[in-house]
């Protein structure tokens, strides 16, 4: 066999001699514990892609998916790096005086463990500090903002308003200036509800006044408008899409492409970005003695098995995703007024709520009853919402009063109490919307005057407002104030040309549209009314009737002047003729009788009626039968 392969043909074979110079070079395979420190799963994840790579030419096979817990580890570790920065530092927000007294009190040995508790958290608040040293503003317009999104990297943010616009901002490429680079309409002549980042960054879905909510993407390029349910189906199980306004939007914290939408109309909609809006696949309905109840807003859970919708009744209801969401798992019933916000906390048990009443609660979602009650938070926005800090020792939310008579605040509570450990105040206007970001370390308030604040502090945030507040605005340049309006005709040759058409050119703008507007071609000026000398018309238009003399030919054959006459006077003008020589009475004109008028003043019936006043003057007659 070998001498029959050698024969057929000079084939040599291939050298694989260079992996092995190559393998040689590489390392022992169990360096000792003194040679190499040890690595975590990461490091060890990333030498065998660096492994793969010297020898296959890739690293891995693609990217897996990254599972729940190794989002948490990212997000201890980022909580832990910012600890680390804050280490050794004050807190920005200042320390009560209560807080101050409980803190001496502590050092003499008097003080309670609930104090010392109050104090750390006034002072370091669970490690990452309160970044409200500096502070920028967003100005949106001058209607209240009713919502606030940052994507998860934190480079953008889009806001909502009771003006009907929606504004998207780049943190990357803001100058202090700070002027958004989108501004759009979604619904005409509807106020944003809700919009909301999905877990990506890359759409936005935004929920308007209108019963269809929209996706657009980053760039503010719609995607797709989700569907209008039936009205006249009373059961709104039985429809695909709601029936009246959307007031929260929320994602699927584990399934990219889910979303979640409440209504006006008492549902709860589970959608998919697969089926672009025309059909909800879940959908949950909240009751109260058979009549729905308008849901204000809504919540997932950390897992994404439980959902929570705040109620305009002042009830929350809980239900459980995995089933078919017929009635829901718990109901929580405690709050005067509406519910405006819900959140969830990591251990997916814990809840805590915002209401128009004045509190916030905190609850166990398998107790009826709230286990903390903060009051004397007042608010009159429907959107108020109500967030945990990134590492979950603090509970924010905002206030606002009615007219601006009272300057809001953002409230710091305690997770442990609902006890005020803080306050940032917003001057005299109303907080609408927080958000705490955990990246940037950067807390975003909305206000009822048309802007955003944006809290931090150069030492312990990231990127985000800290980018764009310290870039100088643009100056303005001499060429910003040349006209660039004929940059799409054809070039222009100086000895080509005549003079004039020269100066055509350089005229500016402004001046173009004056001789336009003089040109009677070019602004589409209609024509004048004929006024003829003689009384007849001019330049084939006649004066007085139509336009063309095919027009007045056409009025004139149709014309029919009886129209204008008044018929009574056209009647009576035949009086007198009819009169001398009848027509159609002329048979009767010898047995006519005469006609005998009656010419006193008082009627006939005014007479019979003074008789029977008369009569009833006399008296009853009881032999008389009645008529």
């Not at 929260?248 to 589970?270: A, N, Q, Y």
């Not at 710091?412 to 105040?425: A, C, E, H």
């Not at 009574?568 to 005469?594: C, D, M």
């Amino acid at each position: 066999r070998n001498d029959t392969m050698s024969s057929k043909g000079d084939k040599k074979a291939k050298d694989y001699s260079y992996l092995i110079k190559d393998l040689s070079s590489y390392p022992p395979s169990k360096p000792t514990d003194e040679e190499t420190p040890a690595q975590d799963d990461g490091d060890q994840g990333a030498a065998a892609e660096d492994s793969m790579a010297a020898i296959m030419g890739f690293g891995s096979f693609g990217q897996a998916q990254v599972s729940a817990v190794e989002k948490q580890k990212e997000r201890d570790r980022m909580i832990a790096l910012a600890r680390r920065e804050t280490a050794g530092q004050d807190a920005a927000a200042p320390v009560s005086a209560a807080a101050a007294a409980s803190k001496e009190e502590g050092e003499d040995g008097e003080g309670d463990e609930g104090d010392e508790d109050l104090v750390d958290l006034a002072g370091d608040t669970g490690g990452l500090g309160i970044p409200i040293s500096h502070e920028v503003t967003l100005q949106h317009g001058r209607k209240p903002i009713t919502s606030l999104s940052l994507d998860p990297a934190g480079s953008r943010v889009v806001t909502g308003s009771t003006d009907y616009r929606v504004k998207f901002w780049d943190f990357n490429g803001m100058d202090a200036t700070m002027k958004p680079f989108r501004n759009i309409e979604p619904t005409e002549g509807y106020p944003i509800r809700s919009l909301r980042f999905s877990n990506t960054g890359d759409v936005v879905m935004v929920a308007t006044g209108s019963a269809q909510a929209k996706m657009y993407d980053r760039d503010a390029i719609e995607a797709f408008e989700c569907k209008r349910g039936d009205p006249y189906i009373y059961d709104k199980r039985k429809t695909h899409a709601h029936v009246a306004t959307v007031n929260c939007v929320v994602w699927h914290p584990r399934l990219r492409d889910v979303f979640m939408t409440c209504s006006t109309d008492g549902s709860i909609r589970l959608w998919d970005i697969a089926d672009e809006g025309r059909k909800s696949y879940l959908t949950a309905v909240c009751r109260d003695k058979g009549k729905s109840i308008e849901i204000y807003a809504c919540t997932f859970n950390r897992d994404g098995k439980l959902c929570a919708a705040a109620c305009h009744d002042g009830s929350i209801h809980v239900f459980d995703v995995g089933q078919k969401l017929i009635r829901p798992k718990k109901q929580l019933k405690k709050h005067t007024g509406p519910v405006t916000g819900v959140c969830f906390g990591l251990d997916s048990r814990t809840l805590v709520s915002r209401s128009l009443d004045g509190t916030v609660m905190k609850w166990d979602v398998y107790s009826p009853t709230p286990k903390h009650t903060a009051t004397d938070l007042p608010c009159c926005f429907q959107n108020t919402n109500v967030v945990f800090s990134p590492d979950e020792k603090l509970v924010l939310t905002c206030t606002s009063y009615e007219g601006n008579t009272n300057g809001g605040v953002v409230a710091l509570l305690s997770t442990n109490d609902l006890s005020k450990v803080s306050q940032i105040g917003l001057g005299q206007r109303g907080g609408i919307c927080v958000e705490w970001h955990l990246k940037l370390n950067q807390i975003l308030v909305s206000c009822s005057d048309g802007c955003v604040k944006v809290f931090f502090d150069p030492a312990k945030s990231r990127n985000g407002a800290k980018l764009c507040a310290s870039r100088a605005t643009r100056s303005s340049d001499p060429l910003d104030q040349l006209s660039f309006g004929d940059l799409a005709a054809s070039a222009i040759t100086p000895h080509g040309i005549s003079h004039g058409d020269l100066n055509d050119h350089k005229r500016s703008a402004k001046a173009k549209r004056v001789k336009a507007r003089k040109d009677p071609v070019t602004s589409k000026r209609p024509e004048p009314p004929v006024n003829g000398t003689r009384g007849v018309g001019v330049g084939g238009r006649l004066q007085g009737f139509s336009s063309t003399m095919s027009q007045y030919v056409a009025k004139m054959t149709s014309y029919d002047p009886t129209r204008d006459e008044d018929p009574r006077e056209a009647i009576l003008r035949h009086a007198e003729a009819a009169k001398a020589n009848p027509f159609f009475s002329k048979a009767y004109a010898e047995t006519q009788p005469v006609a005998i008028f009656d010419t006193s003043d008082t009627p006939d019936e005014e007479i019979e009626a003074q008789k029977k006043k008369a009569k009833l003057k006399g008296g009853f007659d009881p032999n008389k039968r009645p008529t």
